[in-house]
């Protein structure tokens, strides 16, 4: 009875969970820095002082630590993000359309328009896919780029922190997909990453 009310028989990675939780009252906030602000509720606080733990200046110099600890591990990871889309991703992608295009030409000099056009079909989506997905990719690195410049000039850590998770953290997803979408494209040999399957072999 004591833990009722966060017991849940379903898929807690579910937006049903969300829906349930919402429905007992529970907190369901994903940001992380506005989840760092619940240290400073009065409850909380009353209970870290009640038992000699922090006082609320602690509390509140450990948040700060927190923030920025969360910009810096977000702007880590948009930097990396950036350097690998655009010096890995998208050479690799357009080496391998590169090799598309040379075969479709070369489809066409020995069939005839209607043959080669046929048998060119599926090389010919492909290298339309890879020149969408590369040019959304480019796109989306210089969104984070431009975010990040602009969640930078701000100099009150918790805005900075939130600022770096509603713009800036929330571009990675987007830029994510749609190099998933190339992994599944390109050639094994060309690739220069590990993918998902290898990563379950690697020690």
């Not at 529970?26 to 009353?46: Q, T, W």
């Not at 939130?162 to 050639?187: F, G, M, N, P, Q």
Request: proline residues 2%; hydrophobic residues 40%.
């Amino acid at each position: 009875k004591a833990c009722k009310p966060i017991r849940f028989d379903g898929n807690g990675y579910s937006d049903e969970w969300v829906e349930e939780a919402g429905r007992r009252g529970l907190d369901c906030e994903k940001s992380c820095p506005v989840i760092f602000e619940r240290y400073l509720d009065d409850a909380s606080v009353d209970m870290f002082e009640s038992l000699n733990v922090m006082t609320r200046k602690e509390l509140e110099a450990r948040n700060e630590v927190k923030w920025d600890t969360y910009t810096k591990r977000i702007q880590i990871e948009a930097r990396v993000m950036g350097d690998l889309s655009l010096n890995h991703i998208i050479p690799v992608a357009t080496h391998y359309q590169s090799r598309l295009i040379k075969n479709v030409q070369g489809m066409r000099s020995v069939f005839d328009t209607d043959k080669a056009e046929r048998l060119s079909a599926r090389n010919m989506r492909l290298i339309e896919e890879i020149a969408e997905r590369t040019a959304k990719i480019e796109q989306g690195v210089a969104g984070l780029v431009a975010a990040r410049k602009v969640a930078n000039r701000i100099s009150n850590e918790h805005d900075k922190a939130i600022a770096y998770h509603d713009t800036v953290a929330s571009r990675l997803e987007d830029i994510r997909k749609e190099i998933d979408k190339l992994e599944l494209i390109v050639e094994d040999n060309l690739w220069t990453l590990p993918k998902y399957r290898e990563l379950l072999f690697i020690r």
